[in-house]
């Protein structure tokens, strides 16, 4: 494998969460960022994520086998020297991140970049055509995108054949799973070397066949948590009520307003605005993406923010 310069473009929940724990794995990291805003609003999530590491691997160096995460390792019985080992690489990852506004200092050496911005196809097209002013040959280009297909964009990076999407679920360093989805134009080269970057970085690559819009994680994972938004924009029922009922009536940790938090509203809404009746304050798309606008104009956009759903200071 080839890969070894990556660029993140994008800090955002995801951005920040894969350039982390690329960085943990002991690649170079380089992170683009729209402004210089852009770049302080990223540096916390950069500490959060360095702290959520070492407290999880001191812990399972100190006997909790429940703080073990897939993404540290294969291998959930290393020793305490081994474990101290992985708090060095985090370290080491936490240091040597590079934050830049500069399309050319992005691009220019970059084996992989991988995009991470807003679902917003025209700043995505925007994002693409400014880094292949500045991509060498050499590049394979990704995208994060939640629910977007590849095909809607190949034609304007400027190398369809090498580029494609990698989709990861959020926690990436306990959720580690990395859908690997190609586009017709695709060069089988480019989605294995993606697939064993994937692997590199201690996800499990799930590969898929064809173009999907969510790929698999999504295509399930979007239909619920809708739902739970309905309820609530319908005034059925509060957030915490509707997570207590499927936990309780499931088993499951966590409820679609948990998850929401995670994932952030910002996200929610632009995923909600593509959707048909968004812009009618009559419909359930509509009345979930209001009120979603409304959390976020409050600054209420998630875990990364302190306070969605629920607060987390």
Known sequence: MTIQNVTVAGGGVLGSQIAFQ?????FNVTVWLRSEGSIERAKPKFERLRTIYLNALEAWKNGDARAYCRGFSDDPNLTADQIDALKAQVERAYEG???????????SDADLIIEAIAEDPAQKIELYENLAKYMPQKTILCTNSSTLLPSQFAAHTGRPEK??????????????????????????QYYDEVTAFAAKIGMVPLCLKKEQPGYILNSMLVPFLMAGEGLWA???ADPETIDKTWMLATGAPAGPFRILDIVGLTTAYNIGKMHPGADDPSTTMGKIVAKL?????AGKTGVNAGEGFYTYR
């Not at 690329?22 to 002991?26: E, H, L, N, R, V």
């Not at 606008?293 to 104009?297: G, P, Q, S, T």
């Open 293 to 297: 606008k409304e959390m976020i104009d």
């Open 97 to 107: 991140l590079t934050l830049t506004t500069s399309y050319e200092e992005a691009a």
């Open 234 to 236: 319908n005034d059925v």
């Open 163 to 188: 580029y494609l999407a990698i989709h990861f679920a959020n926690e990436i360093w306990r959720n580690n799973t990395a859908e690997i989805m190609g586009h017709p134009g695709t060069d089988k």
């Open 22 to 26: 690329t960085a943990f794995k002991g």
